[in-house]
């Protein structure tokens, strides 16, 4: 649970959902140019559905970048339906917390959107992020289509060079998602002061924002 390990997280100085995240980039592909105003859609929409430990650390990324439209923080990947926060903390459910972020493939591509996961998370740790320990917090792509299934593997093998540890990301197919509690939803945003964001997500989200700035909603 988050909030049972943040004190003892506090106390080591130096674990956090956003340890892990590598140094390098992987450099994006280039889409089509932008104002800052911030690209018009182009009507077009895509989903990814993406698991890498504590999902308000995740979202608070993706919220940030252009071409995304709406990131859900959610479970998937489990054995019964509909679970709650606490039933997916035990481990018992067999769900990740995943985002489900939809972006216009037009502005942002999926491949981006990989390349960009690989670099914000520890995708060497099995079932870790940090502190985060469990089933739970492991590294997951849950694919939509087979173009889809082909990126995530292409993404993965290039992903590698930014990694001294063999990445463990699991690529399986999509089968349901379901949306976690409302207090869940914006997490990070609406909660800036709450201890877990201020001294764990707050270094991951900034890091982010510095390493790709050039992509950033205004």
């Known amino acids: 649970m988050k909030f049972s390990l943040f004190f003892s997280l506090i106390a080591s100085l130096g674990f956090s959902c956003g340890a892990g995240q590598s ?4 450099p994006l592909s280039t889409m089509q140019t932008v104002n800052n ?6 009507g077009k ?3 990814a559905t993406l698991g890498g430990g504590c999902f308000w650390c995740v979202e608070a990324i993706y919220q940030d970048l252009k071409g995304v439209s709406k990131v859900e923080s959610g479970y998937s990947g489990g054995h019964i339906d509909n679970p709650t926060y606490k039933e997916v903390c035990s481990g018992l459910t ?6 489900q972020v939809t972006f216009d493939p037009e502005i942002i591509s999926f491949a981006d959107i990989l390349r960009i996961f690989f670099t914000v998370h520890d995708p060497t740790t099995l079932n870790r992020q940090g502190n985060d320990s469990g089933t739970q917090y492991r590294s997951v792509i849950y694919y939509h289509s087979e173009e889809q299934k082909k990126t995530a593997e292409t993404v993965k093998i290039e992903a590698q060079e930014a990694w001294d540890d063999p990445i463990v990301t699991e690529i399986t197919a999509f089968d ?3 949306k976690a509690e409302d207090y869940h939803q914006n997490y990070f945003k609406d909660n800036p002061n709450q201890g877990y964001c201020s001294f764990i997500i707050a270094p991951k989200v900034k ?3 510095e390493k790709y700035k050039d992509r950033l909603k205004q």
């Open 176 to 178: 349901k998602f379901y």
């Open 37 to 42: 105003d911030g690209p018009a859609s182009s």
């Open 94 to 99: 067999g769900h990740a917390e995943v985002i």
């Open 207 to 209: 890091k982010f924002r």
């Open 45 to 47: 929409s895509e989903i």
């Open 23 to 26: 140094d390098k980039t992987i």
